[in-house]
Every structure is written in C-alpha cells, then in structure tokens.
C-alpha cells in the first residue's frame, strides 16, 4: 500500500491510545498508550519514542466528531495536537477518520479481557480504539481502489 506504516491515533484528554498498520497496510494492531503529560510537546516525545524504528508513512487521527456530523467538545483538544505532531513530523501526510463508537468496538473486542476501569487504567481501551480507528481508515481506503 505504502513505504512505511501507517499510524492511527485516538488523542484523548488523558491519553493518546496509538495503533500501527503491517507494511501492506492490511492490518491494524494496537502498539500502546501514551499517557499525556503537562505539554504537548512532552506527548509528542513520548509518541517518537513509541514509535522509534518503524518507518512512518502517514498517520491517521480519530477526529471527534458527534452522530449529528457536528464536531464533538473534545476536537479542539485534537486540532492542537495534530498541529504540534505536523510540525513534530515534517513531511509525514496526516488524514482524520470518525472515532464515532470506536472505544464502543474497542471495549467488545477485547471483551475477552478485563472489563472497565482496568482496562482504561491499562491503556489497552485506547489502543484498541486506536485500531479501530486504522482498521476503518484501511477499509475505507481499500473500498476506493
């Protein structure tokens, strides 16, 4: 599909949960959660070291938006995130996919699991959202040719 892989994030308040595609861009798995720090800044260092060694060819954001279309409360807390990790990641594309339901899918799909705050305390939730989030962005891709 790509050179390199592709990156979804699900940026939240308290946490960034983070996924990465396989090279074919076929997969998504969860890769972990970064917890926020007092500054952007401190997320984005974080976020370079989770993901040092792979090969980055675009990343794709949950973009908050409610089942209306309208933007959701939390989007100016993912504007300017997104700002900082453009110019964190010069030269790497940034797409938005809709994070409706995704913590919704990411709670029934590893329901195998630890259920509720477990779950949220573990950041397993928001990778799995995040993965959610890539999952949908990959099918939508495929679906374009």
């Known amino acids: ?4 892989r592709i990156v979804s994030l699900d940026i939240g308040v308290k946490t960034i949960g983070v996924a990465v595609a ?9 890769l972990g959660t970064v917890r926020r720090g007092q500054a952007i ?9 989770m993901l040092k060694g792979h090969e980055i060819a675009r990343f794709v954001v949950g ?3 409610k089942a209306d279309g309208s933007e959701s ?3 100016p807390i993912v504007k300017g995130f997104e700002k900082k990790l453009k110019a964190a990641f ?8 809709n994070e409706l339901l995704s913590t919704r899918a990411a709670r029934a799909a590893i329901s195998h699991a630890p259920k509720g705050r477990a779950d949220k305390r573990s950041g397993r939730l928001d990778a799995a959202a995040a993965a959610v989030i890539l999952e949908s ?6 679906s374009r040719g």
């Open 63 to 65: 973009w908050p938006l």
């Open 90 to 97: 010069p030269g790497v594309p940034v797409e938005h996919e």
């Open 22 to 30: 396989d090279p074919l861009g076929i997969l998504a798995t969860p």
């Open 137 to 142: 962005y990959l099918e939508r891709v495929r």
């Open 73 to 75: 409360e939390n989007l």
């Open 1 to 4: 599909m790509t050179a390199g």
């Open 41 to 49: 800044v401190d997320d984005i260092a974080a976020l370079r070291e």
